[in-house]
């Protein structure tokens, strides 16, 4: 799909973070086709099912390529976009209940390979779209729709599991700053490995933590989102587990690790390399 579908007819609430989100993959998108003096299409954003997913059908002005898959299967579909063209930019948008529930099994894999694509994920601490279920990361003791007397999991931390998994590319964001937010997207589409924005974008709907993120003076609330300091070394493995440990919503790249190569490009030289053995080999035959 390159054009929008006219009978797609889905919205956003008012006010809901996945608005900011959108903007920031127009302007990260945008920038990178200039910089790399490519058109539109050679983007390609893959969604999961969400009201995040529905991304791939609400961006605005000139579109990039979309896939709309299935629920928690935007990282293999992602990966069959970027091996079968490589020269592809391929981005996936999902929510935090796609990519950490349903989806959860498919990050450690594409961590080891170092599939390279960015993954956008909006995690607003619920299902939105199936009107408010408790996700992944919904805090402990929270009352909703499907925990009606509090949930009894633990949250998950993305970040720290990201770290874990080997993840090369971590940056924590915010969706009410696109232009911020647009930076981390694309220096993350730059990157030549598996790259992982995770964003707090808040759903207005079943989970409104707009107050809790930037802090209220008048209701004594501290901010939970924090600006990572200028001088915070990212490719210091130590040093990103303490900026997630800190807690709250950091914001800014938590972690970049370029020492190791891509899934596409590994492929690339084993390729090369056995194709310089099977010439031989059919040579070797000639010469009996
Ligand atoms: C296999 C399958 N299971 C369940 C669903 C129902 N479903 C659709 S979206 C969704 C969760 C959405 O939550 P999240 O990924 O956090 O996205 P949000 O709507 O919050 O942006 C679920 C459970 C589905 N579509 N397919
Ligand atoms: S239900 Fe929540 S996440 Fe979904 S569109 Fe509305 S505000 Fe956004
Ligand atoms: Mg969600």
Redesign the pocket.
């Known amino acids: 799909m390159s054009e929008k579908n006219p009978e797609y007819d889905f919205l956003w609430c008012p006010g809901c973070g ?1 608005f900011g989100v959108r903007r920031a993959m127009e302007f990260a998108m945008e920038e990178l086709n200039i910089k790399t003096e490519r058109p539109m299409t050679s983007n390609v954003v893959v969604a ?7 991304t791939v059908h609400l961006l605005e002005g000139e579109q990039p390529y979309g896939f709309h898959g ?3 299967r935007s990282l293999p579909v992602a990966m069959g976009i970027k091996m079968s063209n490589p020269e592809l930019n391929v981005v996936t948008v ?6 950490l ?2 989806g959860m099994e498919h990050i450690a894999p594409q961590a080891a390979r170092n599939l390279n694509i960015c993954a956008v994920i ?3 601490g ?5 009107k408010g ?1 408790a ?1 992944p990361t919904t805090t402990h003791d929270t009352v909703t729709s499907s925990t009606p007397f509090g949930k009894i999991e633990n949250p998950v931390n993305p970040l720290e599991l990201y770290l874990t998994l080997g993840v090369t590319y971590i940056a924590s964001g915010y969706s009410s700053k696109p232009k911020d937010l647009a930076n981390l997207i694309l220096r993350g589409m730059e990157h030549p490995g598996f790259s992982i924005v995770h964003v707090a ?1 808040p ?1 207005t709907t ?1 989970n409104d933590t707009y107050t809790q993120l930037k802090g209220s003076a008048k209701l004594n609330i501290a901010p939970t989102a924090w600006t990572i300091p200028a001088n915070h070394d990212a490719s210091d493995r130590k040093a990103a587990r303490a900026i997630i440990e800190e807690g709250g919503v950091p914001v800014g790249v938590v972690y970049e690790d370029n020492s190791r190569p891509s899934f596409d490009a590994q492929f690339e030289t084993i390729r090369a390399n056995n194709k310089q053995k099977s010439n031989d080999a059919q040579l070797a035959v000639f010469d009996l």
């Open positions: 996945d999961g099912i969400g009201c995040s997913g529905n299935i629920h928690g999902a929510g935090d209940g796609d990519f529930s349903i909006m995690d607003n619920v299902y939105g779209l199936t279920q996700s974008s759903c079943y």
